[in-house]
């Protein structure tokens, strides 16, 4: 982890808690009514009926954010809102509707348990408790515990800073015509959208050709972040000059090429004090290298205590590896009758767009497991929507 920082509550969505955040008061801070209806004493209604009504005297009201402040009398009562604290004394609230009003005089229709329609103080969360682990990602639904709380700042994590580089003489920006023997970058868009999907703003440093001093140039650029990610340019071919320029450059390599398809030559190393990805320049390998490897690494940089991303799923028809490598198949993920289900997209390849934009998820197989068949149930990476964790 890379330290921390405090933000302001109302941008902490997404951030990771640095440390545990404990309750400094009872929440809520005073016992309070959960109904509108007449606050009393619970004793003072024994034997009410609907023909047998017990008579108590209204002596006032109280209304969120007012206080009363004497103590109810036996065979009195007070009109209270939801969310009014309860007046000393009262120990039970009989709702609107369960009572008659004459005049100055309530008519209670049924005896009422001690305690109903009443909401005591720290029965959401007591004082002294951890509201929030050191670890825990805040999310949108947790923003009204932490206000609740009044943390107007919040202890998080810091966020690495991440530069993003393109290499290949083929690649051009997506808004330029196509010349001969060349693709647009894709790449470089995918990476930037799944960088911000973990509430990362990275440093696009653009396209690069292959030429050694260019790509050094380029380099040298990206000093100073905590994370530098290139795609493509990591294999073995004559033209991938990334890991020989890094090495030359004096990249510390961690490991190079895993037993993973799509995605085997993957790069892995320190540089100059950051973090090094080579990522495959072929679209789904570049995806799949993210998920993998990057997206773990990124939480666990950001200090999360586990993230875990995998979901089971059915599987709707076989599935057959020809080698023994982890590998990802592009997928439809999707619910019948309660059960999430799976299918393989119809056409899989490292390098097919269409494969990746027919699918929502990744199947992942291990390498041990060579064939699934119809309805074996298997490991799934949703890619995003309604289904993402």
Excluded at 16 to 38: C, Q, T
Excluded at 272 to 291: E, H, K, M, W, Y
Excluded at 306 to 329: C, G, I, N, V, Y
Aim: hydrophobic share 45%.
């Amino acid at each position: 982890p890379l330290g921390d920082e405090e933000v302001l509550l109302a941008s902490s969505v997404g951030r990771v808690m640095a440390r545990d955040l404990i309750a400094e008061a009872d929440l809520p801070p005073f016992d309070n009514s959960a109904m509108d209806g007449y606050a009393l004493w619970s004793s003072d209604t024994a034997g009410a009926a609907n023909d047998h009504p017990v008579q108590l005297r209204l002596v006032g009201e109280v209304a969120a954010g007012s206080v009363w402040d004497r103590r109810l009398s036996h065979g009195d009562t007070v009109k209270i809102m939801t969310g009014a604290p309860m007046p000393p004394g009262a120990d039970s609230v009989v709702m609107l509707e369960e009572a008659r009003l004459r005049g100055d005089v309530v008519e209670i229709l049924g005896s009422v348990p001690i305690g109903s329609h009443v909401r005591p103080a720290g029965e959401d969360i007591r004082r002294g408790t951890v509201a929030l682990e050191a670890g825990t990602r805040i999310r949108l639904e947790r923003l009204g515990l932490l206000a609740g709380l009044g943390y107007a700042r919040v202890p998080v994590t810091r966020r690495p800073t991440v530069a993003v580089l393109a290499t290949g003489s083929e690649l051009v920006d997506v808004a330029e015509p196509l010349a001969a023997g060349k693709i647009r970058n894709s790449n470089g868009l995918v990476l930037d959208a799944l960088l911000r999907r973990v509430g990362i703003e990275p440093d696009d440093l653009g396209t690069v050709v292959d030429q050694r001093d260019l790509l050094g140039q380029r380099l040298e650029a990206a000093a100073g972040h905590d994370l530098l990610l290139i795609s493509g340019g990591v294999s073995v071919g004559e033209h991938d000059l990334v890991k020989r320029v890094l090495c030359e450059a004096g990249l510390d390599t961690i490991f190079w090429r895993v037993n993973m398809k799509p995605g085997k030559p993957l790069l892995f190393g320190r540089w100059r004090g950051q973090a090094v990805f080579g990522l495959p320049g072929n679209p789904i390998s570049c995806v799949v290298g993210f998920l993998a490897f990057i997206e773990p690494f990124l939480w666990k940089v950001m200090g999360v205590a586990s993230e875990d991303r995998l979901l089971q799923a059915r599987l709707t028809q076989p599935l057959r590896k020809q080698e023994p490598k982890t590998q990802w198949f592009t997928a439809r993920l999707s619910e019948e009758q309660g059960a999430l289900v799976v299918t393989p997209t119809p056409q899989q390849g490292s390098g097919m767009l269409t494969s990746l934009a027919q699918a929502n998820a990744f199947i992942v197989v291990p390498e041990e497991r060579m064939r699934c068949a119809a309805g074996d149930v298997v490991d799934v990476v949703p890619l995003g929507g309604d289904l993402w964790p």
